[in-house]
């Protein structure tokens, strides 16, 4: 979902970063990889992870050695605190793991097939990188708001891998936009009111609203099991029904965050929720495992929203993307609110 018009929006402070390669199809796909790694790690299961690798690194390490690596040079940090991008280099993807006893350099790549192709786990030393100059903006610095604006943003986008940023601030019914950086990493054009970012998971929040509003029309209860709404063959698995719709919106499901089967031959480089079809994400559902108990633990889980949102479309006979604009995009007249790009929408829209 595409997100731009700061009028629609009341006393927030909305900050949209552009990130180099963020956005790019195979950095998108390794996040995927990362987060399936940090599942099988929480779940003490290297064999999953030795599984999303390609012919050519199992030729290159046994099962019994890369378990073993993982065991005695993983477990023993305890449990995964945080998780962050660190950069690209060269062919290899990098992340930081924050664990319990210390921290690791997690780097990857894949192949063609969306398979391993590298992965290492290395101790990690920080590296702070700085722009050398001031990225360029449009805030006039006159205000004691522009002043306020620059100083929280300053150190945000002088970090180098940040291309631009948009904020909007609505105070005593005024509205004040800036734009920092550039819309492309060294295009020169400044973000403004008008440019298009893609809003990723903030995409929840209108799941959340389009909920309450069928909550409201008495269509769906927050209490109601979701086999309720959901095939049979789905409300058999003893697991699923332990699940109520309220714990699909705060994330207290139990659902792990993605599916075991997002990763395959099929996954699109630019949206790797594009090809996960509704059958995927049921053939998943059929004999799936919660990670908790219903209720007792928050943990985001992509799956559950995206499990809640096919619920709404089963109760509605209307695909999401309709929903979005009859019940919150077109009252609120946000018009670049959107799923799909136009031509002409297209232009606005910031790539990286």
Do not use: W
Request: aromatic share 8%; with cysteine.
């Amino acid at each position: 979902m595409k997100f731009s018009n700061f009028k629609t929006l009341a006393m927030l402070l909305i900050i949209m970063p552009l990130m180099t390669m963020a956005q790019s199809g195979g950095q998108r796909k390794c996040d995927l990889v990362v987060v399936l790694i940090k599942k099988y790690i929480a779940e003490k299961r290297p064999d999953m992870i030795y599984s999303l690798g390609s012919k050519e690194y199992k030729a290159a390490i046994s099962q019994v050695k890369f378990n073993n690596v993982v065991e005695k040079h993983i477990y023993i940090l305890g449990k995964i605190k945080e998780s962050s991008f660190i950069g690209f280099k060269k062919d290899l993807s990098k992340y930081k793991r924050e664990f319990e006893a210390g921290n690791i350099e997690l780097s990857l790549s894949i192949d063609k097939n969306n398979k391993l192709r590298k992965l290492s786990f290395l101790p990690f030393e920080p590296v702070v990188t700085q722009k050398t100059t001031l990225a360029p903006s449009s805030n006039p610095l006159k205000l004691k708001l522009d002043k306020e604006v620059d100083t929280l943003e300053r150190i945000y986008i002088q970090n180098s891998n940040i291309v631009g940023l948009s904020i909007g601030v609505i105070k005593d019914g005024q509205t004040y936009t800036y734009g920092y950086g550039s819309t492309q990493k060294k295009n020169g054009e400044l973000p403004d009111a008008n440019t298009i970012f893609e809003i990723g998971s903030i995409s929840k929040t209108f799941t959340a609203q389009l909920l309450a509003y069928y909550v409201n029309e008495r269509k769906i209860s927050l209490m109601d099991p979701i086999t309720k709404y959901l095939p049979d063959s789905l409300a058999a698995n003893p697991e699923l029904q332990k699940i109520k719709i309220v714990n699909l919106s705060n994330h207290t499901s139990g659902l792990v965050r993605l599916s075991d089967n997002i990763i395959n031959k099929n996954l699109d480089a630019v949206n790797p929720y594009r090809n996960y079809t509704r059958q995927l994400l049921f053939s998943h559902l059929k004999t799936c495992k919660l990670a908790s108990v219903p209720g007792e633990l928050y943990s985001c889980s992509n799956m559950g929203t995206g499990l809640l949102g096919v619920i709404l479309e089963r109760i509605s006979s209307k695909i999401y993307e309709e929903l979005v604009k009859e019940i919150i995009a077109d009252p609120l007249k946000m018009k670049s609110t959107f799923q799909h790009l136009t031509p002409e929408l297209e232009k606005r829209f910031t790539k990286v």
